[in-house]
């Protein structure tokens, strides 16, 4: 087998544009340049800002996706079990025999909206650059959902967050289909990129009927309006056809 000893250009020593060239037991050797393919990772992003890799070396893309997507999808499962994630998502799960877990659908179904939701993928998160929250579903199914929100508004001094809807139906809603409110309070992530924001509301208790067009659930009291994304979706009374899609937007 032949090995590569020289060039007329000399030998190549470390890294130069998309080569890489050094010795091995006294044989030179060069070969293409291969970047990580994991360059979104939390630890780079650190080696990244202290200076001490470049930025090529690192992709904000991959970062976002992975934190400001994934993980917050994922964390909000786990943290919501019992009061999402079972009654609605493993109930759907359930009725079109997916063959997935309720936390998979759950991110598998919002993953995608959230991620085309960030403005600047390729940039660092903040408070202008980040998912937009309305799009996030939590609750997904066959059973129609609202046509629009008519008001979504947040009482600073008591937590209360009013929700009307239009309660007009043309497909398989009924008027006594069950109304449920949930709120997320932003921000996404903390200075750690953990998730920060907090899931306000429950798939198990009902705030009344579609046909009643308005529900109140109370939340924290103190919070910013528009940090607070409320939602509304409704469940058959018999629980044959399961759980709406969720319709959401931002309090005011």
Known sequence: MAKYIGSPWGYLRGKLNDAVGGVWKGIEWTRVRVLPRQRGTIDLWRRMMAGRIRPLLFSYKQFNIRR???QLLGWLGRANLECLMYPVWQRLCDLRK???THI???VLRNAP???ASIPN???IYSITNKPNMDFMLVSDGDLEPTPSITGCTYNPATGALTITWDA?????GTDTDLAYIMAYVEPVVDISWR???YLYGTALTSVGTRVAGTGTITIAAGLTPSAIHGYVFFRDAANLIGYSPSVAA???
Request: aromatic share 16%; proline share 4%; hydrophobic share 40%.
């Open 68 to 70: 400001l997507v994934f």
């Open 98 to 100: 997916y063959k997935l």
């Open 104 to 106: 998979n659908l759950f």
């Open 113 to 115: 909206a959230l991620w």
């Open 121 to 123: 993928k390729d940039q």
């Open 168 to 172: 007009t139906h043309v497909k398989n």
């Open 195 to 197: 998730p920060e924001g």
């Open 250 to 252: 931002t309090a005011t």
